[in-house]
């Protein structure tokens, strides 16, 4: 089913498929906004918002079938922006000036990679795992380990929270099994491919500082996901 959604939208212009695109952008930055403005949000509730919403770009554009150099492109200028904003006020309630974290422009930056490495072997489910793990697992964890987190610990002096991690594993193994899923089916490897996701991933948020886990957790869960089907499929 997968499969035919993409053979149908892959011969759309061009310029439908980016429109597509900036409009899906578009409405998560009017739903930031709107959070902030009117109904008075919580900053980290207005980045998570954004945090979240920007990631399932990747899947549009996995199933528009976008080309790479887009994707890149696309980085490229967000790497570019987010880099300028922390010295700027170009993202107020995403980034503030000053802030200790190069989390966004990571963020950015490693759409940028995972596009041209998945693209580019014609796999791009990997890209998805990877982006969606850092969007949804990383965005719930924090969310949930801010206003929730009752059990503390620390890692490389950073302070995490049992709730947080547990959310992150949970939603990162979901994320992955869906995807899996969708392309490998119903195999025994699909749930241990993607158990092996979830906890590297958790792992890697837990011991990340100065928002280095938005490169990481991507990375990472995408080149692991890869490494384990091709060994454990013999592709």
């Known amino acids: ?50 945090h979240i919403g920007t990631g399932n770009v990747i899947l549009l554009a996995w199933w528009l079938d976008i ?57 791009p489910q990997y890209a998805a795992i990877g982006i969606m793990v850092m969007a949804w697992g990383d965005g719930l964890a924090a969310l949930i380990g801010q206003h929730f987190g009752k059990h503390k610990y620390k890692v490389l002096g950073a302070q995490k929270s049992w709730e947080g991690s547990l959310t992150m594993a949970l939603v990162s193994y979901l994320i992955s099994s869906l995807i899996l ?22 792992t890697l948020e837990a011991i990340s500082f100065l928002g280095i886990d938005n490169l990481t957790v991507p990375l990472g869960s995408a080149a692991l996901a890869f490494m384990l089907i091709e060994i454990l499929l013999f592709k």
């Open 1 to 50: 089913m997968l499969s035919s959604v993409i053979d149908l939208t892959s011969i759309s212009p061009l310029w439908l498929q980016i429109t597509t695109v900036a409009v899906w952008v578009l409405l998560i930055l009017l739903i930031a906004w709107v959070v902030k403005r009117f109904a008075k949000g919580d900053p980290e509730i207005v980045r998570k918002i954004v």
């Open 181 to 202: 899923l969708s392309v490998e089916g119903n195999v025994w490897q699909t749930w241990v491919v993607s158990l092996a996701i979830a906890l590297a991933a958790t």
């Open 67 to 123: 080309p790479a150099s887009v994707g890149i492109t696309a980085s490229i200028l967000a790497s570019t922006i987010t880099l300028l904003s922390y010295r700027f006020p170009i993202l107020p309630g995403i980034n503030s000036v000053g802030r200790q974290s190069l989390g966004t422009f990571f963020y950015a930056v490693s759409v940028g990679i995972l596009v041209a490495w998945f693209w580019h072997i014609q796999q």
